[in-house]
């Protein structure tokens, strides 16, 4: 199998999560946690603490809601995990936005993804709908197939049942 494209996260620090809102505010973030990393000590801070430590510290600073930032600085942590505190440091620390994008609010980018796509009032019973997982570049989208599991996901999600057990009640191989 021959993989192309750039699929290492070392090769991508500063654009593997431009499809996340924050990513507008990765060069604070990416400014923030490079100074944690370079001052960090051994703590009894869980990861949780020190990623909302680091992502308020830049809410303040930029005078933003902290939940715009927590999962950019998420992302940023696990990178540094991923590909190296080095290699996270010999990065610009871009933001790969058009002008277009990187004015939008959190409401507008909500108000675009909530919108119909002209299904109608049965378009429950198509075959496939649209999805989009990536609200920056249009053609990043695919069709799915809706099925019984997608459809009903997550209302048989509800039902109480073993987690090491098929749908059917019996064990697997796993279990």
């Known amino acids: 199998m021959l993989l192309q494209g750039h ?4 090769d991508q620090i ?15 973030v990416k400014r923030a946690i490079a100074d944690h990393a370079a001052t960090w000590t051994q703590t009894n801070d869980s990861l949780a603490d020190q990623i909302l430590k680091i992502a308020n510290r830049v809410a303040n600073e930029l005078k933003i809601d902290v939940s715009l930032v927590v999962g950019i600085t998420a992302a940023g942590f696990m990178t540094v995990q991923q590909a190296g505190l080095e290699a996270f440091n010999a990065t610009a620390g871009e933001v790969l936005l058009d002008s277009k994008h990187a004015k939008k609010s959190p ?7 909530a919108k119909d796509d002209s299904q109608g009032f049965f378009g ?3 075959e496939f709908h649209d999805c989009k997982f990536n609200s920056i570049v249009p053609e990043r989208m695919f069709r799915q197939r809706m099925t019984t599991t997608t ?8 039902t109480p049942r073993n987690p090491c057990s098929n749908d ?3 064990g697997n191989e796993y279990s």
């Open 7 to 10: 699929y290492y996260l070392k």
């Open 107 to 113: 409401e507008q980018m909500l108000k675009e993804r």
């Open 168 to 170: 059917r009640g019996e």
């Open 124 to 126: 429950f019973l198509l």
């Open 14 to 28: 500063d654009s593997s999560h431009t499809f996340l809102y924050g990513h507008r505010y990765w060069p604070q």
């Open 151 to 158: 459809i009903l996901g997550p209302w048989t999600s509800l």
